[in-house]
């Protein structure tokens, strides 16, 4: 279980992120919403360790983030997948995919690439495994993004924005992928503002207004009237739905 109690983050005198408590149990989809500036993207980054926390605290599987030690443990369990790639543009889609388990795992490098190949067929990338990142579309790109967290084998995937810089066709290629690993049991927090999607392959829903958290409820609830009786999630869906 990720477990995130009393979590509050500032950047100078701005707060982003105050008071959040949220629980994300193995096997469960909870998709993060809210309007730009909401804090969703430092939610993910306080749980990978990427942003430091000012106070409250987060444990994967019981290692506390906020702890040199216990954040390496903690990154072992959990992979990210960030809106913009962050791919090495000199290594090919297989050495980039095998980087992380041969340096962090100490799995073999035959291994490992063996494995990235595997996960490059699972996404339709078989053909591509020994181009690099120039050479590829961004769906491409974010695809081999998907397979490089994968290939640790985490227990939780976290996904930040993974659509927001693709155009329609490609979204739809990289959302297949991700409504295909949710069947198949992988825990996910999805932040996006595609909302008729985390609609579909969501267990809960997660909003976000001004670093506060408004409503963590069940998918249909939220969707529903008792979601619609909280004032800023029927504002965020009404604008949301014309858009």
């Known amino acids: ?58 444990t994967v599987d019981g290692f506390d983030v906020s702890k040199p030690r216990d954040l390496a443990e903690a990154r072992k369990r959990s992979g990210t997948v960030f809106q913009l790639f962050n791919l090495y543009p000199h290594m090919t889609a297989v050495q980039n995919i095998a980087l992380a388990p041969v340096e962090v795992l100490k799995v073999p490098r035959k291994e490992a690439e063996a494995e990235a190949r595997r996960l490059l067929q699972q996404v339709g990338l078989s053909e591509r495994a020994d181009a690099y990142p120039a050479q590829l579309s961004g769906g491409q790109r974010q695809r081999v993004g998907i397979c490089r967290a994968l290939a640790m084998k985490p227990s939780y995937l976290l996904l930040d924005e993974v659509t927001s810089a693709l155009d329609p066709e490609m979204t739809a290629e990289v959302l297949s992928i991700l409504a295909n690993l949710a069947k198949g049991g992988t825990t996910m927090v999805f932040v996006t503002h595609e909302i008729e999607f985390a609609r579909s392959i969501s267990s809960r829903i997660a909003f976000l207004d001004k670093g506060q958290m408004i409503a963590d409820l069940p998918t249909e609830e939220f969707f529903s009237d008792k979601g619609m009786a909280l004032p800023r999630v029927a504002q965020f869906l009404s604008k949301m739905r014309k858009d």
Request: aromatic share 2%; hydrophobic share 40%; net charge positive.
């Open 1 to 58: 279980m990720i477990g995130i109690t009393g979590l509050r983050k500032s950047f100078g005198a701005a707060t982003v992120l105050n008071g959040i408590d949220l629980e994300i149990r193995q096997g469960e989809v909870v998709s993060v919403l809210g309007s730009s500036g909401s804090g969703k993207s430092t939610l993910i980054r306080c749980i990978n360790g990427l942003e430091k926390i000012d106070a409250g605290r987060i």
